[in-house]
Nanobody, 121 residues
Framework: QVLLEESGGGLVQPGGSLRLSCAAS??????MGWFRQAPGKEREFVAT????????YYADSVKGRFTISRDNVKNTVYLHMNSLRPEDTAVYYC????????????????WGQGTQVTVSS
């Protein structure tokens, strides 16, 4: 079992930046991903990264603004979010996959509790 704990959420003005962190412990994992869920909406894919960090995928809505990275020594994955918009407001979840990076939520076996990101002036 993998345990995931997100941090770094908060309130930020439009155009601002945040860095989310996800600390992992437990069994060995491979790809890591970030998903988000806004009120009244379905959970959606944000970004994913392979174990080596050499492969990343992003949702079109965040491409060019968000960057996913990982530090395997610290067992931590990050989501650097720039040029934030009100529509980025959501609870952000990190997830762990035993396979390769994928945009499909059902491929991930471990999920964190989420961290709230609110973009508002």
């Amino acid at each position: 079992q993998v345990l995931l704990e997100e941090s770094g959420g908060g309130l930020v003005q439009p155009g601002g930046s945040l860095r989310l962190s996800c600390a992992a412990s437990g069994r060995t994992f491979s790809a890591m991903g970030w998903f988000r869920q806004a009120p009244g909406k379905e959970r959606e894919f944000v970004a994913t990264i392979s174990w080596s960090g050499g492969t990343t995928y992003y949702a079109d809505s965040v491409k060019g603004r968000f960057t996913i990275s990982r530090d395997n020594v610290k067992n931590t994955v990050y989501l650097h979010m720039n040029s934030l918009r009100p529509e980025d407001t959501a609870v952000y979840y990190c997830a762990a996959s035993m396979g390769g990076p994928t945009t499909q939520a059902d491929a991930y076996r471990g999920w964190g509790q989420g961290t709230q990101v609110t973009v508002s002036s």
